[in-house]
């Protein structure tokens, strides 16, 4: 069935449901919304005007409270992802195992080939070079065990155009609050795939975290 609308003195606006229409109703929003807004719905059949976002500032964010953890995993990580933050407060374990990130794609977390330096300063100061390590971690030396707050920030090298052999580049801050430390970290990782999956850590990945809030932003 056609619904038509002719107009006041020519031509017609049409509306024309399916061969096998179902039964369906769609609630049109009031008023006309303003220049530029897009009609959305809810799916369930309550269409509204929404405004589309500025390109390149669509941040999505997740909390995981990890006590009692031995990390967690932030995964369904979109394609084309620009950049990761990962922020942590107050993270620590009963010993004195460092914090870790480590990266995957659809073909899992990666455990090999994390090129980076880590350098801390404070009481004494150190540098730990690594080269094909399983994750980049916090530096430290320190007997611990030790209260980690700072950040790993991800930024995509390779063209969005680019899906296979993706390279990211790694920095991070941390303030190691128990040996009056504070750390910075420099790197870089190729995925086989693009980046869908993120995993904070322990750095032997099995011992139990005591404390900490973890917090993802990525931007699309």
Same mark, same amino acid.
């Given at each position: 069935?056609?619904? +038509? #609308?002719?107009?006041?003195?020519?031509?017609?606006?049409?509306?024309?449901?399916? %061969?096998?229409?179902?039964?369906?109703?769609? @609630?049109?929003?009031?008023?006309?919304?303003?220049?530029?807004?897009?009609?959305?719905?809810?799916?369930?059949?309550?269409?509204?005007?929404?405004? #589309?976002?500025?390109?390149?500032?669509?941040?999505?964010?997740?909390? =995981?409270?990890?006590?009692?953890?031995?990390?967690?995993?932030?995964?369904?990580?979109?394609?084309? =992802? +620009?950049?990761? +933050?990962?922020?942590?407060?107050?993270?620590?374990?009963?010993?004195?195992?460092?914090?870790?990130?480590?990266?995957?794609?659809?073909?899992?977390?990666?455990?090999?080939?994390?090129?980076?330096?880590?350098?801390?300063?404070?009481?004494?100061?150190?540098?730990?070079?690594?080269?094909?390590?399983?994750?980049?971690?916090?530096?430290?030396?320190? %007997?611990?065990?030790?209260?980690? @707050?700072?950040?790993?920030?991800?930024?995509? #090298?390779?063209?969005?155009?680019?899906?296979?052999?993706?390279?990211? =580049?790694?920095?991070?801050?941390?303030?190691?609050?128990?040996?009056?430390?504070?750390?910075?970290?420099?790197?870089?990782?190729?995925?086989?795939?693009?980046?869908?999956?993120?995993?904070?850590?322990?750095?032997?990945?099995?011992?139990?975290?005591?404390?900490?809030? =973890?917090?993802?932003?990525?931007?699309?």
């Amino acid at each position: 069935m056609t619904l +038509r #609308l002719n107009g006041s003195t020519s031509g017609y606006v049409e509306i024309d449901a399916p %061969a096998t229409a179902g039964s369906n109703t769609l @609630t049109l929003p009031n008023g006309n919304g303003t220049s530029g807004q897009y009609l959305r719905t809810d799916g369930s059949g309550g269409l509204s005007w929404q405004t #589309l976002p500025a390109a390149g500032t669509t941040w999505t964010s997740s909390f =995981v409270n990890i006590n009692g953890t031995t990390g967690t995993l932030f995964s369904s990580i979109p394609n084309k =992802v +620009r950049q990761i +933050r990962i922020t942590f407060a107050a993270v620590s374990t009963n010993s004195t195992v460092r914090v870790r990130l480590q990266l995957g794609d659809s073909g899992g977390i990666e455990s090999s080939g994390y090129v980076y330096n880590s350098t801390y300063h404070g009481i004494g100061q150190g540098q730990l070079n690594t080269i094909n390590d399983n994750g980049f971690t916090s530096g430290s030396w320190a %007997a611990g065990p030790n209260i980690y @707050t700072g950040y790993f920030l991800i930024n995509r #090298l390779t063209d969005q155009a680019t899906t296979s052999n993706v390279t990211y =580049v790694c920095n991070g801050g941390f303030e190691i609050q128990n040996d009056g430390y504070n750390a910075v970290l420099n790197g870089r990782k190729e995925l086989s795939g693009e980046i869908d999956r993120v995993s904070f850590n322990t750095q032997d990945g099995s011992t139990t975290f005591d404390s900490g809030t =973890v917090r993802i932003d990525y931007l699309s």
